[in-house]
């Protein structure tokens, strides 16, 4: 045996483990542990040289290529900054080189105004059909969305504004509108109520030991957290503790989530493309990036109306602007002269590119309302229907599960209490 005192704690040799030198602020260490510097990113692309000799001679490139050709890119698509260069999300910069140009051709005609305003929604229904497919995260909507605004209003004070029709408080009123919709998705973007399980290695409470209760009442091994103690989670509703006292093993194997390795609440699920459960999950928002969840739902629903009342505003001071004595409704569709100069063309086209913004916008805001009247969320409602259990209304629109229905004001008022009451403890503080 060691006699206690025999080891004596080895010093490490600074010597034998050097320091890695800072970078400076062209220089990153990319995908294989290298240091590399922004300035030699063209150079020793085996796969792009491949790719465009293939193109160049008219022959198939293979979708591993392609993708290897992506992977490159975003790995070497940086921005000097302090400390080394900042990797840039590639899926971000479409959107900043598109639209503009986009709008500009858009304006040239009226034929060329519709071929282009009806080709990007269809692009942008594709794209987000690609990636929910792929289950991937993307910053292109987000992007698209902080864009837009952004180049709305410049559109708006370098187009519209000199024109002297809109005054100095209807300016300031529309300012303050875009203020507040960058606020509200700020909020949305935080935790929309995440599950997390920080308790795999040094709270291992029985791993594997857990005992639940079979049919006979005998106790059996069971997976983590599907005891007693793993069904006591943070359900609120009545219904809810009520089934708690008859949860069968079936039913927490149900709640069991195996990626985060934790038993979900009461309407949470796990987000395939944020790869983590979320309490009382509505849906992912590609729009800002997020789940939308317990925690942000409100904020979610504040971004959207306050977008919808600022658009619908700077919409209207832009046509009564470039199409007077005209309602805004007839405007819309006639407007003689408004393509004979540049201004008002370029003003008329952001106008109906923010009404197919802002329908689609108003579509997602009206399923919400309808949602939480029935307290409903649309992952739920998506499931009803795929299980056929739910009672369809106004050919669909509606759906009410008949689960969690309180009658319209206690939905509501349920509503506007989410995230700020929790009965039991967390379910990763059980786990």
């Not at 062209?26 to 290298?34: L, P, Q």
């Not at 150079?43 to 040289?49: A, S």
């Not at 698509?77 to 080394?84: A, T, Y």
């Not at 199409?323 to 106008?351: E, H, K, M, Q, W």
Request: proline share 5%; hydrophobic share 40%.
């Amino acid at each position: 045996m060691i006699q206690k005192g025999s080891l004596k704690p080895v010093k490490k040799n600074k010597a034998e483990e050097p320091e890695l030198e800072p970078l400076c602020c062209c220089e990153y260490i990319d995908r294989n542990g290298e240091k590399n510097h922004v300035a030699t990113c063209l150079c020793d692309c085996q796969d792009l040289d491949e790719g465009c000799e293939r193109w160049i001679t008219c022959k198939s490139v293979q979708p591993e290529t392609c993708e290897r050709i992506m992977d490159t890119i975003s790995d070497r698509l940086r921005i000097p900054w302090l400390r080394g260069a900042k990797k840039v999300n590639i899926s971000i910069i479409p959107p900043l080189i598109l639209l503009p140009i986009l709008l500009q051709v858009a304006s040239w005609h009226f034929f060329m105004g519709v071929v282009v305003l009806t080709s990007l929604p269809v692009l942008a229904l594709w794209y987000y059909y690609l990636t929910h497919r792929r289950k991937e995260q993307t910053l292109f909507f987000l992007s698209l969305g902080l864009f837009s605004l952004g180049y709305m209003y410049y559109v708006f004070l370098r187009e519209v504004v000199p024109k002297g029709r809109v005054g100095p408080g209807q300016l300031a009123l529309l300012t303050c509108g875009l203020v507040l919709i960058l606020l509200a998705l700020y909020r949305a973007k935080k935790n929309p109520g995440y599950l997390r399980n920080p308790a795999s290695k040094d709270r291992s409470l029985g791993s594997g030991q857990t005992e639940c209760l079979n049919r006979k009442g005998q106790k059996t091994p069971g997976f983590p957290g599907a005891g007693v103690l793993g069904v006591l989670n943070n359900r609120t509703l009545k219904d809810d503790r009520k089934g708690l006292l008859a949860a069968s093993p079936t039913k927490v194997k149900e709640d069991w989530c195996a990626k985060c390795q934790l038993l979900r609440p009461a309407r949470a699920w796990h987000c395939r493309v944020c790869g983590i459960c979320v309490r009382r999950m509505d849906h992912h928002c590609v729009w800002i990036n997020s789940c939308v969840g317990e925690s942000n739902h409100q904020a979610f629903l504040l971004a959207l109306s306050i977008f919808l009342l600022t658009s619908v505003y700077g919409i209207t001071l832009t046509l009564d602007t470039i199409c007077r004595d005209r309602s805004i409704f007839t405007a819309l569709f006639y407007c003689p002269g408004v393509y004979a100069n540049y201004s008002s063309a370029l003003s008329f086209t952001c106008v109906w590119y923010s009404v197919i913004i802002t329908a689609g916008m108003a579509y997602i805001f009206l399923i919400q309302l309808i949602n939480i009247s029935y307290n409903v969320t649309e992952r739920e409602v998506q499931q009803a229907l795929r299980q056929k259990t739910g009672r369809r209304l106004l050919c669909g629109l509606i759906v009410d599960t008949g689960q969690y229905n309180r009658g319209f004001l206690r939905n509501w008022l349920q509503f506007s209490t989410l995230g700020t009451q929790r009965l039991h403890p967390p379910a990763e503080d059980i786990v």
